[in-house]
């Protein structure tokens, strides 16, 4: 009876903490599930935007990781229409995460792209941790236009 009684109690108090929203534990779970959803939408919209200037500009996209993003940013005609406003940092113009941190670029081969976010830690956690790592074909739109075209 003794045992029946404490889980009752630990189920009440657990019911309250999470109903009340105590210590702001509900918020802070919500808060992180929502900030991966987020940064993850952001991804696939930055790597369809990277996918779609890749099969239609012809100018000389830099290879190196780290100034592909500055570049598209600043040279593509189609990159405006994917990636919001409120997704750039207004000091860097880098494009960010959820949690404020610019997305890093990592050419892994000629057709695979990484792009990575640092997670709610905010830390480089070698692609390991709570990272959040998306995996693309720049030129999949491009792959899927010559097979379209055939």
């Avoid at 919500?30 to 890749?54: E, P």
């Avoid at 000389?60 to 598209?72: A, C």
């Avoid at 406003?85 to 860097?92: A, H, L, N, S, V």
Wanted: charged share 20%.
């Amino acid at each position: 009876m003794y045992l029946i009684c404490i889980v009752i109690s630990c189920f009440v108090i657990w019911q309250a903490i999470y109903f009340f929203d105590i210590g702001g534990l509900r918020s802070s779970l919500y808060s992180r599930t929502h900030n991966i959803a987020r940064t993850q939408h952001r991804m696939k919209s930055l790597a369809t935007a990277i996918q779609v200037d890749f099969s239609e500009i012809e100018a000389d996209i830099p290879k190196n990781d780290n100034e592909l993003l500055l570049w598209l940013s600043s040279h593509s005609k189609n990159f405006r229409d994917y990636i919001n406003e409120d997704w750039y940092d207004t000091i860097t113009g880098n494009i960010v995460d959820n949690w404020g941190n610019p997305f890093m670029l990592e050419i892994a081969s000629a057709n695979e792209y990484v792009l990575i976010s640092f997670g709610p830690n905010k830390k480089y956690d070698e692609k390991q941790g709570d990272d959040i790592v998306y995996r693309f074909n720049p030129y999949s739109i491009v792959n899927e236009k010559q097979n379209t075209d055939h």
